[in-house]
């Protein structure tokens, strides 16, 4: 509500002392309430027109102020003013801008900005309706003069802001008014404006470049939307490319000059227009590129390029579908004609240059795709291209590789440029990119760069280059195996594994695995000499023997993995195979006992953390070796089982650790999920003792990821693990109870999404069991026990708002009532199914929270109306009775109660989704 009583004439002086940066913190909040009060009050604002019409201010803060406040009327107030008022704003502004015409010093930046974004609005909001001669009015007001005309361009870009530019978002009724403005602009003032805007240039190109410049973009940013013959003239061009010789003015003229060419035309004239444009750049030496030092300019200058020879190309793509052979024909030579100046200033060593003439660049070889066939020119071009481009693909020598800052973010940017033309280019051309790359690489790169010597070159980025050279072209060893030894000489010795930077090692471990993996077939005389000399890379690296290890545990993954797979894929015999699993896997093993018996008598908890995290990796590099069997078969068939049960009965005490259970029980539970796909069967023994461990103390990310390593159990192992199931069903259920009865903080979101994730994977075993054809499970829990587990499911499809368990807590159900819910089902289940399970279906769909709009929502909707289908199958006419009982007291009508009965009897369930989601969509109007 605005105040209605009115301020008095003068401002509150103390408040306007709070405006000043450095005033105190009292003085500052005592001026944003002065503000706040002025913008509130009906007519408080008109102590600040004053202010402003008369000059009674010298404080820039204070009239910033001041303009804040008539700009809030404007913007917020304007259609409840009265006449007077609007009129009072109109002459309050050109008061203040006649005032500015005889100052000697123009007004801040800041200030003019203010002005002229007041201006703006003022405009947008009166010139349609009350004050239709507004430009002229200032026009008249301001003439020649340089603090006028400073404002009067500000004042036109403010309006480009409000009304044409098209990154600021409008609602449709501002887009309409836009519209209807820029109509009456083209109608009433343009002209006028454009003839100033020659004026303008015309009087302070000598003399005033600030203002010229502005002025250039003005014609920029308007080019796009008014009568392009108005500034496409002799007269108007020849005066811009006379500022193209004007180093103050030139860049702005440039850019002047790409939005005249931007603009939509007819093809013929566009090439017409593009075609004087570089006519007379070309005879005032703008085209020798290599006499110019400017590289701002030349950035310019090539985004003007860039623009005539994109424009040229669309007349160009444009003729040829209005089949003019012999116009399109002059637009295509006109295009050619271009191809030198682009080439210059694509490998012009400026990167931001190159960067700018990219998009010419590409489109030209759009074109030339299109051709029928290339002319012997046109294929020297796509070599120029092309070598060109693999030219400005190398690192500068500042690059820095050890430290990548904007710069190099940079250059990463524009070569992913480049790498796109190199993918036109292989469109365009492919057999002659294809007879380069063949001749250029085939030929020499890749026999030299495994032969030259180059992986010695001391630069690390040459010789990570190298690696991941070899590795991405790893398909070229084969057909040439004869360079394998070589090249794994350099990832075993201080080339690669070994070398003094941290950064290259790391990325060599990575390339290594890939590089084992890839050739591994021809490896076989050489594995266990790769074994011998990656074994001290291999070592667990305990935390107190104060040396630093060469490779970080993640590389170390890397290496493992990859000797795992040179010894499962070597040729050896079984015998041997286990030999070197076993000399790989017992320095883990007798590592992990020695460090594990320290660990509980270490008291320092940092201490206790450092020797946990080494125990984990013990366990992480163990599994990571079992990656190179893809079943149980493949490792019997390398007699590898023993190994792994042996690294089975070492880890497994570690669950009984008293301390850093969590780190010690998540790398457990990830070998024992590895184990049960390598060993099957035989890691059953293991599983209850470790099942045990595991519940004990349990938090809540403890338990979230055990039910995953029982759900692999059940679902694999079925009723082999049914006994081990109903022994460990209803211990398991009251940990997870436990757990998520525990209190938290209310504003505690970590715990609270804890909590969310351990209900989902709860909610995920009981499916897993039921889908599994295990109901026995369940059903030997007990009559109470049985009960509570229900009810758990029963509340999670309707009271927690989160579709993703709901919509597994009514799978569940569907599939216990086809278990239960028949003839020969559990005992009370059919009781239960109505008093519990068809509530649920209608009461969790109705709930404020249940969002319909939701695809994943919509999902438990399926769910539910698949669970009711599912009692309708197993119950017949009794649930149909039932559902003529109970719906009447939702309020739901007779009429729609029997048409829902009807709908559920179809067969098609399909028809009873529609339906249902329907039935909630009214239901909740």
């Known amino acids: 509500m605005a105040c209605e009583s009115a301020l008095p004439a003068i401002m509150d002086e103390q408040a306007l002392m709070g405006l000043n940066p450095n005033a105190d913190a009292c003085y500052r909040q005592r001026a944003l309430a002065y503000f706040e009060q002025l913008k509130e009050s009906l007519d408080g604002w008109e102590v600040c027109a004053e202010a402003l019409a008369k000059g009674f201010y010298s404080d820039d803060h204070v009239k910033f102020f001041c303009f804040q406040v008539l700009e809030h009327q404007i913007k917020f107030r304007h259609g409840s003013l009265t006449a007077a008022q609007q009129q009072l704003i109109r002459e309050t502004l050109m008061k203040w801008l006649q005032a500015q015409l005889m100052n000697v010093h123009p007004e801040k930046p800041f200030i003019r900005n203010k002005v002229a974004q007041v201006l703006a609005l003022t405009f947008v909001m009166e010139f349609l309706t009350l004050w239709p001669k507004f430009f002229f009015d200032i026009l008249n007001l301001v003439g020649l003069n340089s603090n006028g005309v400073d404002i009067y361009l500000r004042t036109l870009m403010a ?357 084992i993996k890839t050739l591994h077939k021809y490896m076989n005389a050489f594995i266990e000499d790769i074994l011998r000399r990656i074994q001290d890379l291999l070592e667990l690296a305990p935390p107190e023997n104060g040396f630093p290890a060469l490779l970080s545990s993640d590389d170390q993954l890397f290496v493992f993995e990859a000797a795992g797979v040179l010894i499962v894929n070597g040729e050896s015999p079984a015998e041997r195979k286990q030999a070197l699993m076993r000399n790989l896997l017992a320095p883990l093993m007798e590592a992990f006992h020695m460090l594990l018996a320290k660990l509980p008598q270490e008291a320092d908890e940092e201490r206790q953390a450092v020797l946990a995290d080494c125990l984990s990796h013990a366990v992480g590099f163990a599994s990571r070796t079992s990656k190179a069997f893809s079943n149980k078969q493949t490792v019997k068939q390398c007699g590898c089982s023993e190994v792994y049960l042996d690294c089975l009965q070492t880890f497994l005490p570690a669950l009984s650790c008293p301390v850093q259970r969590g780190p010690l029980r998540s790398a457990v539970r990830s070998f024992l999920h590895r184990m049960i796909i390598c060993l099957e069967e035989e890691v ?76 989902r994977s709860y909610f995920s075993f009981v499916q897993t069991i039921a889908s599994s054809g295990m109901n026995e499970v369940m059903a030997s829990q007990g009559a109470e026990n049985i009960e509570r587990v229900l009810f758990t499911i029963i509340q999670g499809a309707v009271d927690f708002p989160d579709p993703v368990a709901q919509k597994t807590c009514f799978i569940i159900l569907s599939r216990l009532v086809e278990l239960w819910g028949g003839k020969d089902g559990l005992v009370g289940f059919p009781d239960f199914i109505y008093k519990h399970i068809v509530p649920a279906c209608f009461m969790a769909p109705l709930k404020p929270t249940f969002d319909l709009s939701d695809a994943q929502t919509v999902l438990t909707l399926s769910e539910c109306t698949l669970t009711l289908h599912m009692i309708h199958l197993k119950r017949g006419l009794e649930c149909i009775r039932f559902l003529q009982e109970y719906l009447p007291s939702l309020q739901v009508s007779p009429e729609i109660t029997q048409e829902l009965c009807q709908v559920l009897q179809q067969p098609d369930v399909k028809v009873l989704k529609n339906y249902m989601k329907v039935f909630f969509q009214q239901a909740k109007l």
Not at 416 to 442: C, G, I, T, W, Y
Request: hydrophobic share 45%; aromatic share 8%; charged share 25%.
């Open 684 to 759: 059953l023994p293991f599983i209850p003792a470790a099942s045990q461990h595991m519940l004990k103390d349990c938090e809540p990310r403890d338990l979230q990821e055990f039910i995953p390593l029982i759900s692999q159990i059940t679902a694999k192992f079925k009723n082999q693990v049914s006994p081990f199931l109903q022994e460990i069903f209803m211990p398991l259920v009251m940990a997870i109870f436990e757990v998520l009865s525990r209190p938290a903080e209310e504003n505690d979101q970590t715990a609270a999404l804890e909590k969310q994730m351990l209900r």
């Open 159 to 515: 309006i480009d802001a409000e009304v044409v530019d098209r990154d600021i978002l409008h609602s449709p009724e501002e887009t309409r008014r836009n519209i209807l403005i820029k109509d009456a602009m083209r109608e009433q003032c343009i002209p006028a404006l454009v003839e100033s805007w020659f004026q303008i240039l015309q009087t302070y190109q000598h003399t005033h470049s600030e203002l010229t410049c502005q002025c250039l973009e003005v014609v920029g940013a308007y080019v796009s939307w008014i009568d392009l013959n108005l500034i496409a003239n002799d007269r108007f061009v020849n005066l811009l490319l006379s500022h193209m010789s004007i180093e103050e003015l030139r860049e702005e003229a440039c850019d002047c000059l790409f939005e005249i060419v931007n603009k939509g035309m007819e093809p013929v004239d566009k090439t017409k227009l593009v075609e004087t444009l570089c006519q007379v750049l070309q005879s005032a030496g703008f085209f020798s590129i290599e006499q110019e030092e400017d590289v701002d300019f030349l950035a310019k200058f090539s985004r003007l390029v860039n623009g005539m020879g994109q424009s040229l190309v669309l007349s160009w793509t444009k003729l040829s579908k209005m089949a003019d052979v012999k116009v399109s024909a002059e637009t295509l030579r006109a295009v050619e004609g271009k191809v030198p100046l682009m080439l210059q200033l694509l490998i012009h060593e400026d990167d931001d240059i190159s960067a700018n003439i990219v998009g010419f660049c590409y489109d030209y070889l759009l074109v030339l795709k299109q051709l029928p066939a290339l002319s012997e020119q046109q294929k020297t071009n796509v070599e120029a291209i092309m070598l060109a481009v693999m030219n400005k693909l190398k690192y500068d020598d500042e690059y820095n590789f050890e430290n990548e800052g904007e710069d190099e973010a940079m250059f990463v940017e524009y070569r992913k440029q480049l790498k796109m033309l190199l993918d036109r280019l292989a469109q365009v051309s492919p057999e002659l990119l294809l007879e380069a790359v063949h001749r250029v690489f085939n030929a020499t790169m890749q026999h030299k760069l495994v032969s030259c010597g180059v992986s010695e070159y001391q630069h690390s980025s040459v010789t990570l280059e190298f690696f991941e050279t070899v590795v991405r072209y790893d398909k070229f060893f084969l057909v040439e195996p004869q360079h394998i030894p070589s090249v794994l000489m350099a990832f075993l010795d201080h080339r690669g594994l070994r070398h003094s930077s941290p950064k290259v090692r790391s990325r060599v471990a990575y390339l290594f695995s890939r590089f």
